[in-house]
């Protein structure tokens, strides 16, 4: 039986990659940080089948205790202070535990097992300001904000270890992707979740930003796939994953409220307080790479994707 280590499963990503590697009879191991509460919300129907243990990307032993332990096959790097808004008010701690958090992973692994195989969870947002249309592996890199500075970071030290120890250590980097599991402070879930208010008399209106920066929208449990298959190739490398397609927050709204006949016009204001310091406007990517080389395919569209989320939400508060 293979074993997995995951950073970060309590998270989107985590709770999807740690159903789908079940599936594939491996033995998950979940990293969570230590704190008084730790949210397993995500992971609750699976907690039996997978073992949670405490570790911090801050903390270089607990990495080191934590592979000596559980001697895992595949380590999967998802930890991260992800949310972009907040990276401007921790600037420090962004780069500490996104940045230097997977330096530290890095060399626990060659420490205690360097034929571990390593996946880095790079991002869309280091492009930041778009050189290229669209993005591929070769496209030069221009990010927007602190949290894609640190993302830069850990995708270029995780080519370097490859590179300079020969380690299986390969970055994966994704474009957005969203579902019903996505965190409320997130624009797509933050829609989705006012929609379903609106629609049950609880909310009047939704406070947003930039409505025509645009993004290339992905389901997460379509691009947790494309993790798992980076580490089954027979070299590791880097690899764009995205849908090839761009659409703007606008559209997300149009389609969002329209599947629960509401017009968005009548309750989306416009808050400058939510537009970003500096916006990255436009992300679409060029996953051919991906698609010839690991045979990965979507199965969820745009439209699906959104009308998904807000069915979710919509039930959520029924029930609460």
Request: contains cysteine.
């Amino acid at each position: 039986m293979p074993t997995a280590l995951i950073t970060g499963i309590t998270g989107q990503d985590g709770s999807y990659l740690a159903e789908l590697l079940l599936k594939k009879g491996y033995r998950v191991i979940g990293v969570a940080r230590r704190s008084s509460t730790v949210s397993t919300e995500r992971i609750k129907h699976i907690l039996d089948d997978i073992t949670i243990v405490q570790g911090d990307l801050q903390d270089q032993g607990s990495l080191l205790s934590l592979l000596e332990e559980f001697n895992p096959t595949e380590v999967y790097n998802l930890a991260a202070q992800s949310f972009v808004p907040t990276s401007w008010n921790q600037p420090a701690l962004t780069g500490d535990v996104t940045a230097l958090g997977v330096t530290r992973l890095l060399e626990a692994i060659r420490f205690v097992n360097p034929k571990i195989r390593f996946y880095q969870a790079s991002s869309s947002e280091m492009f930041g300001k778009v050189l290229e249309v669209p993005q591929r592996e070769s496209t030069p890199f221009y990010p927007r904000s602190p949290y894609g500075v640190a993302k830069v970071y850990g995708h270029w030290i995780t080519v370097n270890y490859r590179e300079s120890f020969n380690m299986f250590a390969t970055s994966g980097i994704l474009f957005n992707h969203e579902s019903p599991r996505r965190g409320l402070e997130f624009v797509t879930r933050k829609i989705s979740d006012a929609v379903a208010k609106i629609k049950l008399g609880k909310a009047k209106e939704l406070r947003l930003g930039n409505l025509e920066a645009q993004r290339d929208w992905g389901f997460a449990g379509d691009y947790v796939e494309a993790m798992w298959m980076m580490l089954q190739q027979d070299h590791p490398d880097n690899y764009v994953i995205g849908t090839g397609e761009t659409h703007p927050v606008r559209e997300f709204c149009e389609i969002a409220f329209s599947h629960l006949d509401l017009d968005y016009k009548e309750f989306v204001v416009q808050d400058e307080k939510f537009y970003r310091p500096a916006e990255v406007e436009l992300l679409i990517s060029d996953p051919s790479k991906a698609r010839n080389e690991l045979k990965w395919e979507l199965n969820v569209s745009f439209k699906e994707l959104v009308t998904m989320m807000v069915d979710s939400d919509l039930v959520r508060l029924k029930q609460g």
